[in-house]
C-alpha cells in the first residue's frame, strides 16, 4: 500500500506530466519498487482536486466552495483569462485547487493555448504561390527532384518578451482562437537541425537573426 508521501508524489508528477505512464516510472525509479495501478494514480487525483488532501478520511464530506468565492473566481477570470490559476489563488487567497476545481467543474471553463504565428506580409502569397509552381515544374521535369532535399526546423529561444505558449493559457467557456504576431527579426538565438534522405546534420546554434545557410 503506498504512503501518503508516495500518493502526494504521483500527484504532483501527474500534475506536470500529465501522463499516468510517466508518473509509473517515476515512482517505479524514485521508490525502486512496483509502481501504483492507473485506476490508483486517477482516485488519488480526483481526491486530491475535490477535498485538496490524499488522506484517507472516511466519512469526510465532500469542501463546498461558496457561490461568493465562485463569483470572485468568475469575475477575475472574465477580467483577465490569460490569468494562471496559481496567480488568481494568491490574489484571492484561496487554495489552487479550489481555483481549479472551481473554474472546470462550476464555470465550466477550458484553459486554450496562444498560438504563435509569423507575420504576414503584403507580398508573402505571391512568393509562396511563385515558389510552389516552380517546385512542381521541377519535380516534372525530374522525378528524382524530390531525393535531392534537405528538410530542416528550429528552435528559437527568444531574449525579448516572446511569450511561452506552453506555460499561456486563456480561461474561457470556447476557444478564442488568439494569437500574437512577431516579427522574425527580434534578438534570439537559433537552434537548427536538418534532415535528408540518409543522415541527420546538427544541432547547430546561430546568434544571428535570420538563417540563410548553414
Known amino acids: 500500500m503506498a504512503t501518503v508521501q508516495?500518493?502526494?508524489?504521483?500527484?504532483?508528477?501527474?500534475?506536470?506530466?500529465?501522463s499516468v505512464i510517466t508518473t509509473q516510472r517515476r515512482f517505479r525509479t524514485t521508490y525502486k519498487k512496483d509502481p501504483p495501478s492507473d485506476n490508483s494514480i486517477r482516485r488519488w487525483l480526483t481526491q486530491f482536486q475535490e477535498t485538496g488532501s490524499v488522506l484517507h478520511r472516511k466519512g469526510a464530506a465532500r469542501p463546498s466552495t461558496s457561490q461568493e468565492n465562485v463569483d470572485r473566481i468568475q469575475e477575475t477570470f472574465t477580467r483577465?483569462?490569460?490569468?494562471?490559476?496559481?496567480?488568481?489563488?494568491?490574489?484571492?487567497?484561496?487554495?489552487?485547487?479550489?481555483?481549479?476545481?472551481?473554474?472546470h467543474n462550476r464555470l465550466h471553463l477550458n484553459a486554450y493555448k496562444m498560438q504563435i504565428v509569423q507575420a504576414l506580409h503584403p507580398n508573402d502569397k505571391q512568393r509562396r504561390f511563385e515558389f510552389a509552381e516552380q517546385i512542381l515544374t521541377r519535380?516534372?521535369?525530374?522525378?528524382?527532384?524530390?531525393?535531392?532535399?534537405?528538410?530542416?526546423?528550429?528552435?528559437?529561444?527568444?531574449?525579448?518578451g516572446k511569450v511561452n505558449k506552453h506555460n499561456c493559457?486563456?480561461?474561457?467557456?470556447?476557444?478564442?482562437?488568439?494569437?500574437?504576431?512577431?516579427e522574425r527579426d527580434s534578438p534570439k538565438v537559433n537552434v537548427c537541425c536538418t534532415l535528408s534522405h540518409t543522415e541527420v546534420i546538427g544541432p547547430f546554434f546561430f546568434a544571428e537573426t535570420t538563417i540563410n545557410s548553414f
Open 169 to 182: 493559457r486563456i480561461w474561457g467557456s470556447e476557444n478564442p482562437h488568439d494569437y500574437r504576431e512577431l
Open 6 to 18: 508516495e500518493k502526494a508524489m504521483c500527484v504532483l508528477w501527474f500534475f506536470e506530466a500529465k
Open 80 to 103: 483577465s483569462p490569460r490569468k494562471s490559476t496559481r496567480q488568481a489563488a494568491v490574489q484571492l487567497h484561496m487554495p489552487h485547487t479550489t481555483i481549479w476545481n472551481v473554474l
Open 139 to 160: 519535380i516534372e521535369d525530374d522525378e528524382n527532384y524530390l531525393r535531392k532535399w534537405f528538410f530542416s526546423d528550429e528552435s528559437t529561444f527568444h531574449v525579448s
